[in-house]
Nanobody
């Protein structure tokens, strides 16, 4: 089992920045892919970004490329999502997730409780 706890959400004006953190515990994340997803009211959950725990390779949705950066700190077992140039359409609940099978977009087994990000215009 992997337990995930997100933090760092909040209210920010358009153009501002936030950094989300996701602390993981329970087992080694070696071979895992760690991802961030988001769900806006009335919409389906969507992929935002992911990082391979072992290689550090990163993946992004087109809508956040160039604005968001995912990173991980192996020593702290923590994944970060740095969000810059935020837009009102980025408003959503953001979820951290862990995938032991290595796929980037599907089959995530473990999920955090979510953290609200609200971007005002």
């Amino acid at each position: 089992q992997v337990q995930l706890v997100e933090s760092g959400g909040g209210l920010v004006q358009a153009g501002g920045s936030l950094r989300l953190s996701c602390g993981a515990s329970g087992r080694s994340l070696s071979s895992y892919v760690m991802g961030w997803f988001r769900q806006a009211p009335g919409k389906e959950r969507e992929f935002v970004a992911a990082v391979s725990w072992t290689t550090g390779r990163t993946y992004y949705a087109d809508s956040v490329k160039g604005r968001f950066t995912i990173s991980r700190d192996n020593a702290k077992n923590t994944v970060y999502l740095q969000m810059n140039s935020l837009r009102p359409e980025d408003t959503a609940v953001y979820y951290c997730a862990a995938n032991p099978r290595g796929s980037v977009y599907l089959d995530y087994n473990y999920w955090g409780q979510g953290t609200q990000v609200t971007v005002s215009s």
